[in-house]
């Protein structure tokens, strides 16, 4: 079989038995499958989902990563090879992402002796519910790395393509979660009551005008009020409502900036209108910081691997790998995959052809980064 066949078998192969985050066991167990049939060395870190592998020999270390999680999304492909797991689906391409890594992996494998150093290659799970990359970290997997590579495929981009940007690229992710409570009262005596529901109204108004008034517009921002919910019935004006949502951000200034606002907004309509509201934020993934030097490194390689390459627009969404390069220096970057569906979509189905392409140039890419550093 050809090396572009056996990846797309592989990916093929995944995409059909997606799990989701940290339940990679069947995934798991394939990979290293499929990596001891190559003779890849796997590392013997305690792991329930995932694995790590080296290929090389010497004391210069760098890493490539793929993802290896899938969503709980039903798949509405049609294609011979959708998912067989009932309401998971691969909609985000990290079945394409390990296929592309698994490549990479044989092809250093085959050059081995010429390494000058170690590529450690790392299958993380859980990138969707962000706890992967810190999982593998605390296994000790990033030991001794001096520089880390990843990739996300871009469906918005035809295949062939790539992009990347030094410094931020992903976002702060925040999640928050308000709870509103006023004085329950019957529908035709709201004077009796305090409404919470009026109030929470307003308020999703209000938090509008933290991101369109009180942000540079130069910056970039989002608040996204997501559910809403309060009340069962038509005649009762209900005590409590729940909002949820979240905030989006590159800079750690105007992440600050937003929470506090959102906070003295809460507590002023609190006080306005005599009534209690809690604001609780959750920390998600923080900005996915690229170190420029290796940004610029990756692209010089991907030109010369015949990609059509360009610099990265910033990206609202977050993104795990950001976890490791806040500790060891790096580029993650865009391969296009030309899909009609976005990410996350039941439809998303990525271009196959980007696979063993992408394979090479992350083989070579690891390869010029040891002899670069
Ligand atoms: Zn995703
Ligand atoms: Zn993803």
Redesign the pocket.
């Known amino acids: 079989m050809s090396f572009e066949n056996q990846l797309i078998d592989w990916r093929r192969e995944l995409h059909q038995n997606p799990e989701l985050s940290l339940q990679e066991v069947a995934t798991t167990a394939r990979i290293r499958d499929w990596l001891q049939s190559a003779a890849i060395t796997l590392l013997p870190y305690d792991l329930k989902t995932g694995a790590v592998a080296e290929v090389g020999q010497g004391d210069k270390v760098v890493a490539l990563r793929a993802?290896i999680d899938a969503l709980p999304i039903e798949e509405a492909t049609g294609l011979a090879y959708r998912s067989g797991n009932p309401g998971v689906m691969h909609a985000?391409?990290?079945d394409i992402?390990t296929s592309v890594i698994l490549g990479a992996a044989l092809l250093l494998k085959a050059r081995e002796a010429e390494l000058p150093g170690r590529v450690r290659i790392l299958f993380q799970p859980a990138?969707?519910n962000f706890g992967g990359a810190k999982t593998l970290i605390r296994a000790g997997a990033l030991e001794g790395i001096s520089a880390i590579f990843g990739m996300?495929?871009e469906p918005g981009m035809p295949v062939g393509s790539f992009a990347t940007r030094g410094g931020a690229f992903y976002a702060n992710v925040d999640r928050f979660a308000i709870k509103v409570q006023g004085k329950g009262a019957h529908a035709a005596r709201p004077h009796e009551g305090q409404d919470a529901i009026l109030l929470a109204s307003q308020l999703v108004s209000a938090l509008q005008s933290v991101a369109s008034r009180e942000v540079n517009t130069l910056d970039s921002v989002v608040l996204s009020v997501t559910r809403i919910q309060g009340g069962n019935t038509w005649n009762v004006l209900p005590e409590n409502v729940e909002l949820e949502g979240t905030l989006r951000t590159h800079r750690t200034e105007v992440q600050e900036r937003v929470r506090t606002r959102v906070s003295e907004i809460a507590a002023g309509f609190a006080r306005a209108f005599n009534a209690s509201i809690e604001v609780t934020w959750y920390a998600g993934p923080t900005a996915l910081v690229n170190d420029p030097e290796w940004a610029a490194f990756a692209t010089r390689v991907a030109d010369d691997a015949g990609y059509q390459t360009s610099t990265a627009a910033l990206h609202m969404?977050g993104?795990d790998f950001a976890v490791y390069l806040q500790q060891i220096p790096g580029a993650f970057v865009s391969i296009g995959s030309e899909s009609r569906f976005g990410?996350?979509h039941p439809g998303f189905n990525p271009d196959e052809r980007l696979i063993a392409p992408a394979a090479r140039y992350f083989a070579a890419l690891a390869e010029k980064a040891l002899q670069h550093l």
């Open positions: 993802d985000c391409g990290h992402h990138e969707e996300h495929n969404g993104e990410l996350h």
